[in-house]
């Protein structure tokens, strides 16, 4: 498994990016896939994760309602939209994989098995 996200870069405040992460792998439509984000001094910390169907998301209260994870399993890509961000969302962004693990445990670092190598975003003031 492979996975290489993209799509950083630096914005201001408000303003909108769209982060993707492609993976390699036949069986891409069978991993439930999730964003994870870590700032400099900071722990690593649940974003957003999508279902394998691509039916149930789930996000973390920080950014509900600003962000929104989908994915286009025919691409084996899965995506970040990020709307009205903040100087507090500056970090770098992961995606990571794992196989069909219950809903609750979709926002743990550690069910995850594979990660991409991380975009930077910044949002400037």
């Known amino acids: 498994v492979q996975l290489q996200a993209f799509g950083g870069g630096l914005v201001q405040a408000g303003g909108s990016l769209r982060l993707s992460c492609a993976a390699s792998?036949?069986?891409?439509?069978?991993?439930?896939m999730g964003w994870f984000r870590q700032a400099p001094g900071k722990e690593r910390e649940f974003v957003a994760a999508?279902?394998?169907?691509?039916?149930?998301?789930i996000y973390a209260n920080s950014v509900k309602g600003r962000f929104t994870i989908s994915r286009d399993n025919a691409k084996t890509t899965v995506y970040l939209q990020m709307n009205s961000l903040k100087p507090d969302d500056t970090a770098v962004y992961y995606c990571a994989t794992t196989s069909r693990v219950a809903l609750s445990a979709l926002a743990l670092l550690s069910s995850y098995d594979h990660w991409g190598q991380g975009t930077q975003v910044t949002v400037s003031s």
């Open positions: 999508i279902r394998w169907s691509g039916g149930t998301s």
């Open positions: 792998g036949r069986t891409f439509r069978d991993w439930d």
